[in-house]
């Protein structure tokens, strides 16, 4: 039998051709490079808070490094704890890194990102506000904007719910997944020429943030009492107060990483309005918050920094928890106050909860820091400046 060598090659070619999947490579790599385009383009389909969380990201992994002070997180550190008031009256470099609406996980997130960058702060100063401990709710678009597969898995496994890290690790492979809702939004858009304001980070917020070093200032409220947050957070009184064991395991974990590197770190109370906080009082919840930060800091290098009796005035305030440029600056120069005062004595200091007593009302004079209305202004008037 003779064996026709280059018929049976061709046959081969044949075969392998026919079941060569090309369509599914095809369509593969139409996938991987729509991926890729959207995560190149990453700012381009981030919400407003998507965009805080990612900037608050990169800050970690860049800003961070040389600072001698961080700040770590949720909006009443993100609004109320302005860098340049505290770098003027102590001279540390300092950088404000908090988020809005945050768990406690994305502070321990942002520190451990923060220091295998290489940042070696002297203090890290942190706030777990209260009304976010109680519940665990994180944004998963704006979550994966920071966090890795590790935190991820981290959480499901303290959750006991697997479908959590599911949902995070496609929308971590899979950028489109992950910011689907804002792909959809910017598209319908695109095709009706409409644009929602509600969904549109301002160039003055993204602009404010790198003029006060991470912080977001915020101009005075004159209706701040009918504003939606103040009813909201009265609702929040609840006496029976107790914390996520999600968010119970994050705090800790923000101790031992800080512990690990001989950090002190400075948990803060922040003031909230006269009128909430005398709800508080009288319903209890300060008595058992108060508990639950003496049993998570004992035995610990942590020191409360209690600003809850600063006598900040109510029209300070841009609605019950949130203060605005002035109060910022009150709350700011009493911070600094005490990181000067730490400083002198903190080789022999023993008191793990300090007071903050109260300040006078500040001056408005705006020198060291720009809520976002003078940031807008100051664009528009450039804008107009070029233009002309």
């Not at 977001?216 to 209706?223: A, D, K, Q, R």
């Not at 939606?228 to 923000?254: G, Y």
């Not at 639950?292 to 841009?318: I, S, W």
């Amino acid at each position: 039998m003779v064996i026709d060598r280059n018929t049976d090659e061709a046959t081969a070619r044949t075969v392998i051709g026919r079941a060569t999947p090309w369509g599914l490579l095809g369509m593969v790599a139409i996938v991987f490079s729509i991926e890729t385009w959207v995560e190149t383009h990453r700012d381009r389909f981030a919400s407003p808070v998507g965009a805080m969380f990612e900037a608050s990201g990169r800050a970690s992994r860049t800003a961070s490094v040389g600072r001698d002070v961080l700040f770590f997180g949720d909006s009443v550190i993100k609004f109320g704890v302005a860098p340049k008031v505290i770098e003027a009256r102590t001279g540390l470099k300092t950088y404000n890194l908090a988020t809005i609406g945050s768990p406690a996980s994305i502070p321990a997130i942002l520190l451990r990102q923060a220091l295998e960058s290489g940042a070696r702060p002297k203090a890290v100063v942190v706030d777990f506000k209260p009304t976010l401990l109680n519940l665990y709710e994180a944004d998963p678009p704006s979550f994966g904007r920071i966090a890795g597969l590790g935190d991820g898995l981290k959480i499901a496994w303290t959750t006991r719910q697997p479908d959590n890290f599911t949902r995070f690790a496609v929308g971590w492979i899979l950028p489109t997944y992950r910011d689907r809702f804002m792909i959809r939004m910017r598209l319908g858009e695109a095709l009706s020429g409409q644009v929602d304001p509600a969904f549109q980070l301002p160039e003055a917020r993204r602009v404010n943030w790198t003029v006060n070093l991470g912080a977001e200032i915020l101009p005075p409220n004159p209706s701040s009492l009918t504003t939606p947050e103040f009813a909201n957070e009265r609702k929040n009184l609840d006496p029976n107060w107790s914390c996520h064991p999600v968010n119970v395991a994050a705090i800790d974990e923000f101790f031992r990483l800080a512990a690990a590197h001989d950090i002190p770190v400075f948990w803060l109370l922040t003031p909230v309005h006269p009128r909430v906080q005398a709800g508080r009082t009288q319903a209890g919840i300060d008595a058992s918050w108060d508990r639950f930060l003496a049993e998570r800091t004992q035995g610990r290098n942590v020191v409360v920094v209690d600003a809850r009796r600063l006598g900040v005035a109510p029209d300070l305030f841009v609605d019950a928890t949130h203060l605005d440029r002035r109060g910022a600056a009150t709350l700011s120069e009493a911070l600094a106050d005490f990181l000067v005062d730490w400083r002198k004595h903190s080789p022999g200091a023993t008191n793990r909860w300090v007071v903050l007593p109260a300040r006078n009302r500040p001056l408005d004079d705006g020198r060291l820091i720009e809520d976002t209305d003078q940031t807008g202004l100051a664009l528009r008037n450039a804008e107009g400046t070029a233009r002309r």
